[in-house]
């Protein structure tokens, strides 16, 4: 049933309303971020109806604008828009957690897979891995890089990181394409006003934007000077959630840079957890409680997961705060439009680069592996299974050829 109050701004509710709603989706949305938008659409918008269609709409948007986790962000607005700044967190944590923890457990349960059947299980991850990072690559292309304009903004983040294969590389890629698509991308069309009012003044705004900075400029500094392990794993997670434009899927090569290549966590295990994130609910970005809860120096264990998803998170939720009453002013401006056009073809290059390395590299190893990760590919593009499926079904098709081999 369509939603028919459009003209109606939010309305106001409790936090607990709020929590509820949210361990709800956060126990049953699978499919990823663009899955979670519809979940939240239907049990929100349409059936609860916090708020309008219009409204929904303009919050996606400004989303989408946004580096950072689109769908926890969608949902940490609405648990804002609903509930006050108690709602946003109490929504975030419902829908997070889950998948957290289930997440948390495999990482604790890892080295039980033991033998060559746990040895397949570890490997199907894997090339459940570059099943999804391909469709990844294949949606946002075709969404985010149509034209011989963004295609080959597109294809020059490729050939830097070919050349810079560095967190450097990656920053300056995404640079590029944001001064390219102010050259090449104004005739991006300008969106339809919604209605999205917002209890936070301009001059409140710019107190999540500073903190925002100050972290995202500080943070290395005081790594630097200060090299304890507890803060340096932070300012891992909070520089790559800061830098992710385009989904969940691009922390995949930002993540790898600074984790897999210093070696504080193995290609293997980092691959595996990718791919066991795909079988559960919740936000991908969940994958950093596996990372945290793996990497070697650091904390590790239940801290070590905290530190990784408080740092994930952080500068995405921090930067919604304090662009929310930017927002309407900002997304007609042309030039910021343009920008953002540029930056997200250039993310799409960059996730293009780690479908080959690190994801193709270390789990394609055999014509068996290709077919078993086309197979994957085929059912998730085509014939548009469920991911959690395709995992078990990509899972035990390597146990098997595991045991046969």
Request: some cysteine; overall charge positive; aromatic content about 10%.
């Given at each position: 049933?369509?939603?028919?109050?459009?003209?109606?701004?939010?309305?106001?509710?409790?936090?607990?309303?709020?929590?509820?709603?949210?361990?709800?989706?956060?126990l049953?949305?699978?499919?990823?971020?663009?899955?979670?938008?519809?979940?939240?659409?239907?049990?929100?918008?349409?059936?609860?109806?916090?708020?309008?269609?219009?409204?929904?709409?303009?919050?996606?948007?400004?989303?989408?604008?946004?580096?950072?986790?689109?769908s926890?962000?969608?949902?940490?607005?609405?648990?804002?828009?609903?509930?006050?700044?108690?709602?946003?967190?109490?929504?975030?944590?419902?829908?997070?957690?889950?998948?957290?923890?289930?997440?948390?457990?495999?990482?604790?349960?890892?080295?039980?897979?033991?033998?060559?059947?746990?040895?397949?299980?570890?490997?199907?991850?894997?090339?459940?891995?570059?099943?999804i990072?391909?469709?990844a690559?294949?949606?946002?292309?075709?969404a985010?890089?149509?034209?011989?304009?963004?295609?080959?903004?597109a294809?020059?983040?490729?050939?830097?990181?070919?050349?810079?294969?560095?967190?450097?590389?990656?920053?300056?890629?995404?640079?590029?394409?944001a001064v390219a698509?102010?050259?090449?991308?104004?005739?991006?069309?300008?969106?339809?006003a919604?209605?999205?009012?917002?209890?936070?003044?301009?001059?409140?705004?710019?107190?999540?934007?500073?903190?925002?900075?100050?972290?995202?400029?500080?943070?290395?500094?005081?790594?630097?000077?200060?090299?304890?392990p507890?803060?340096?794993?932070?300012?891992?997670?909070?520089r790559?959630?800061?830098?992710?434009?385009?989904?969940?899927?691009?922390?995949?090569?930002?993540?790898?840079?600074?984790?897999?290549?210093?070696?504080?966590?193995?290609?293997?295990?980092?691959?595996?957890?990718?791919?066991?994130?795909?079988?559960?609910?919740?936000?991908?970005?969940?994958?950093?409680?596996?990372?945290?809860?793996?990497?070697?120096?650091?904390?590790?264990?239940?801290?070590?997961?905290a530190i990784?998803?408080?740092?994930?998170?952080?500068?995405?939720?921090l930067?919604?705060?304090?662009?929310?009453?930017f927002?309407?002013?900002?997304?007609?401006?042309?030039?910021a439009?343009?920008?953002?056009?540029?930056?997200?073809?250039?993310?799409?290059?960059?996730?293009?680069?780690?479908?080959?390395?690190?994801?193709?590299?270390?789990?394609?190893?055999?014509?068996?592996?290709?077919?078993?990760?086309?197979?994957?590919?085929?059912?998730?593009?085509?014939?548009?299974?469920?991911?959690?499926?395709?995992?078990?079904?990509?899972?035990?098709?390597s146990?098997?050829?595991?045991?046969?081999?």
């Amino acid at each position: 049933m369509p939603n028919d109050q459009n003209d109606q701004p939010p309305s106001a509710g409790g936090p607990g309303e709020v929590f509820r709603a949210f361990l709800k989706l956060g126990l049953t949305s699978f499919g990823g971020p663009i899955a979670h938008l519809g979940y939240f659409r239907d049990e929100l918008v349409l059936r609860r109806r916090w708020l309008s269609e219009a409204a929904y709409a303009d919050l996606i948007a400004l989303c989408q604008f946004l580096p950072g986790p689109a769908s926890s962000q969608v949902g940490f607005a609405l648990g804002y828009l609903r509930a006050g700044l108690a709602g946003a967190l109490l929504a975030w944590a419902a829908f997070t957690l889950p998948s957290a923890a289930l997440l948390l457990a495999f990482a604790f349960g890892a080295d039980a897979f033991g033998g060559p059947i746990g040895q397949g299980l570890i490997h199907g991850l894997k090339l459940v891995a570059v099943a999804i990072v391909a469709q990844a690559v294949w949606g946002m292309a075709r969404a985010l890089a149509p034209d011989r304009e963004r295609a080959t903004i597109a294809l020059a983040a490729v050939l830097t990181l070919v050349f810079v294969p560095s967190a450097f590389g990656q920053i300056a890629a995404i640079g590029a394409g944001a001064v390219a698509g102010l050259l090449w991308c104004r005739q991006v069309h300008q969106p339809a006003a919604g209605l999205l009012p917002v209890a936070i003044s301009r001059r409140a705004g710019l107190l999540p934007l500073g903190l925002f900075l100050v972290l995202l400029l500080g943070l290395p500094l005081i790594s630097a000077w200060w090299p304890l392990p507890k803060l340096a794993l932070f300012e891992v997670f909070y520089r790559a959630g800061a830098l992710v434009f385009g989904g969940g899927h691009v922390v995949l090569p930002l993540l790898e840079t600074r984790l897999v290549e210093p070696g504080w966590v193995s290609a293997d295990a980092f691959l595996a957890g990718y791919g066991a994130a795909q079988a559960v609910p919740g936000p991908l970005f969940t994958f950093a409680a596996y990372l945290g809860a793996i990497v070697e120096p650091g904390p590790g264990g239940l801290l070590g997961a905290a530190i990784a998803l408080l740092g994930i998170f952080l500068p995405g939720m921090l930067l919604l705060l304090g662009v929310l009453p930017f927002w309407d002013r900002l997304r007609r401006h042309a030039g910021a439009r343009a920008a953002m056009a540029g930056t997200n073809a250039a993310v799409v290059g960059i996730l293009g680069a780690a479908l080959y390395h690190p994801v193709w590299t270390s789990a394609v190893a055999s014509p068996a592996d290709f077919a078993v990760a086309l197979a994957a590919f085929i059912l998730l593009t085509a014939w548009k299974a469920p991911p959690w499926l395709v995992v078990a079904g990509t899972v035990l098709a390597s146990a098997a050829l595991g045991l046969a081999t």
